[in-house]
């Protein structure tokens, strides 16, 4: 399977506890996005990365979540101190930068659920 | 601010009746639109976008800027149509950040 990939898909944490998602992005894919997704809403965006620079975060992303994308290939979304509001599937997508290629390639989500 | 609203969250119709799945937007530049679909435990995934103005699995949407709608038209709906479908808007150009409304079940009926 050469799509987008992230792991755990799901993840069942106490509050308080550190988690951290993985996505591995399509190879030639240059940018990479984290999103959030509620029950009974849209993905929201959380923040994107072109290879290895970050270069844009949502008002979203509190101080306790960090993403990183070290070598400008698979990311990892950490979320720090978790509390039961940061339950919601985690959703990573990549694409090429291109003109005419605005598409994006989701990845199958991480479920997150504090307990 | 650009915002997508998706007024209906559930569409109910019987097979080969017509499908309009409503959305509109505010946005004060200019937009780009999406229609993305996720079946039944699959990803999400583009369906279409207005630039390209094609048909795909037999669904059109027209972007209306004067209403600032791009609703997502099928003629006869089919069972397998059956799914969340997510209406997306971004800026033309630039880092392509999509902003998604909360989407619309379709629900097709034998």
């Known amino acids: 399977d050469t799509g987008v990939s992230q792991n755990p898909r ?8 550190n988690v951290t998602f993985r996505c591995d992005p399509i190879s030639e894919h240059n940018r990479l996005y984290w999103y959030r997704q509620t029950l009974g809403q849209g993905p929201e965006f959380l923040t994107y990365f072109q290879n290895e620079a970050q270069l844009e975060k949502s008002r979203l992303l509190s101080d306790r979540f960090s993403a990183e994308r070290p070598k400008g290939s698979f990311s990892t979304l950490e979320i720090q101190r978790t509390e039961q509001g940061d339950s919601a599937m985690y959703l990573c997508a990549s694409r090429p930068t291109g003109v005419w290629t605005e598409t994006q390639y989701f990845g199958p989500g991480t479920r997150l659920l504090v307990l | 601010a650009q915002r997508v609203t998706q007024p209906e969250k559930l569409l109910s ?7 309009e799945l409503k959305c509109n937007y505010s946005y004060s530049g200019s937009p780009e639109l999406f229609w993305y679909v996720q079946y039944s435990r699959q990803r999400l995934q583009l369906l279409l976008r207005h630039i390209s103005r094609e048909s795909i699995k037999g669904f059109t949407a027209d972007l209306n800027k004067g209403e600032t709608s791009f609703h997502l038209k099928k ?7 059956s799914a969340m479908y997510y209406c ?8 392509y950040i999509p902003t998604f409304g909360r989407g619309t079940s379709l629900i097709v009926h034998p």
């Open chain 1, 10 to 17: 799901h993840k069942i944490t106490k509050r308080g506890q």
């Open chain 2, 13 to 19: 119709v019987f097979k080969g009746a017509p499908v």
């Open chain 2, 75 to 81: 003629p006869f709906a089919q069972e397998e149509d």
């Open chain 2, 88 to 95: 997306a808007l971004s800026s033309s150009g630039g880092s």
